[in-house]
């Protein structure tokens, strides 16, 4: 991989590059408003549909019940699967959500469908709901990435509309620091000189990006009038910026989480656990300021033999991940400032196959929120006693969307125009009453 790969990591879907004029103005124009400090947005992708039915909505009395036995948590009469141990200390910061409904059981449609808000559509990209946070909330000035993926499903769905000031930096393996961060041997032997050639080469680059830019808005003269136009010019030179900036600064180390303590990497599930190294990063992430991180953990859709599958892998792989980043998260201060999502496209069917496994399911699955402004310690909704159908308090992906926003202090109402200049709100739905 080259240094063009790099910063195409960085930039995501170029072709998708050119933001909507219309859509940025109407942004800018409630941006003061939108701005919040230090507010981030961590969602655990969970890639195949985890079983809901097997981690937060046990029917151990039904013969959809499954191998998995219910265990108490800190919050009395909530109950989560057994093999969470380490989530389950933390549930009095956590909000279940049992009651979801999406009816997409196609792994493609759902993903886009619990990334972005939206049915998928031929015409209009939306944009990740980690783009959706960058947008609203990243400093201009921070230095890293206001959005970053780690693993490939951030940077899958890209940032849409909003063009690539907004597209996800991408981290294939949280182990490693990110390829050519590292600057490539053929600039010099030492330090000192591989900086030096990477400055002229940088300033050199601004040089022609200043000129581009001038030349396609001339009636414009400076950046920032440039950038309040919606100047594709002036986002491309803005996040090519940035890049450069990465490489040559010492933030660059902060993905390197091999420097944790041994018994900091050892309660996220060791260096073998990528999904524990990534909650590990993400935490190191939202410390230095970065808006939105989404951390993938795949290997769910488990269509045969899925009690041994979980209980050996994925399951362990999570409990540590995410109930040592939670806890974390509030022995440092930053809970209060930080909203989580646990999600995948969709949950797995009650009834168990021929096959020992479970199928997929969208009619009603579970999901899980907490921190910022959302209320944890608790249950919202209920499905029935074979966890078939929903017994009361069905959401939408919109009520979904709409809930996590306000947790960040953003107003999901806030309205937006797409690339085809139609407004719309960032969610199509309201806080759920009681979480938020």
Not at 114 to 142: E, H, I, W
Not at 315 to 342: A, F, H, S
Not at 376 to 399: A, H, L, R, Y
């Amino acid at each position: 991989m080259n240094r063009r790969h790099f910063l195409q990591h960085v930039a995501g879907f170029s072709a998708l590059a050119v933001p909507s004029m219309q859509f940025l103005q109407g942004l800018r124009a409630v941006e003061d408003k939108l701005k919040k400090a230090n507010k981030s947005l961590i969602i655990f992708w969970m890639g195949g549909g985890p079983s809901h039915m097997d981690l937060w909505d046990l029917k151990p009395d039904a013969s959809t019940g499954g191998d998995f036995k219910p265990m108490k948590t800190k919050v009395p009469g909530v109950q989560i699967s057994e093999i969470l141990p380490t989530v389950a200390p933390q549930m009095d910061k956590l909000t279940i959500i049992r009651s979801l409904v999406t009816n997409e059981g196609s792994h493609e449609r759902g993903t886009v469908l619990m990334n972005t808000g939206r049915q998928p559509s031929p015409v209009v990209q939306y944009p990740a709901v980690g783009s959706v946070v960058s947008s609203q909330l990243t400093p201009k000035d921070l230095p890293l990435p206001g959005f970053i993926g780690i693993g490939g499903t951030a940077q899958r769905i890209g940032p849409g509309f909003l063009g690539m000031m907004y597209a996800p930096f991408t981290v294939q393996n949280a182990g490693q620091p990110p390829a050519n961060i590292k600057a490539p041997q053929s600039l010099g032997s030492g330090d000192l000189e591989q900086m030096e050639r990477i400055r002229r080469r940088q300033r050199l680059f601004y040089n022609v990006e200043d000129e581009f830019s001038r030349s396609v808005l001339p009636h414009l003269s400076t950046p920032k009038e440039r950038e309040a136009a919606g100047s594709a010019a002036q986002a491309h030179q803005t996040i090519y910026k940035k890049a450069f900036d990465l490489t040559v600064s010492p933030l660059r180390t902060i993905f390197e989480v091999r420097n944790e303590p041994a018994k900091v990497k050892e309660a996220y599930g060791g260096e073998r656990n990528g999904f524990g190294m990534g909650a590990l990063l993400a935490r190191r992430l939202i410390e230095k300021g970065v808006t939105a991180v989404e951390i993938d953990l795949d290997g769910w859709d488990n269509h045969g033999n899925i009690f041994p599958t979980i209980r050996n892998g994925n399951g362990p792989r999570l409990d540590k991940g995410m109930g040592t980043l939670v806890k974390e998260l509030n022995e440092r201060g930053l809970w209060q400032n930080t909203v989580v999502l646990w999600m995948g496209e969709f949950g797995r069917t009650p009834r168990i196959n021929q096959n020992a496994g479970r199928d997929h399911w969208a009619r009603c699955w579970s999901v899980v929120i907490g921190g910022g402004a959302i209320k944890g310690g608790q249950i919202f909704g209920s499905t029935s006693d074979d966890g078939t159908d929903i017994k009361e308090n069905p959401v939408t992906i919109g009520e979904l969307f709409a809930t996590v926003y306000k947790g960040l202090g953003i107003d999901s109402s806030t309205q937006i125009r797409d690339n085809l200049g139609r407004p719309l709100q960032i969610a199509e739905g309201k806080p759920l009453k009681g979480i938020v």
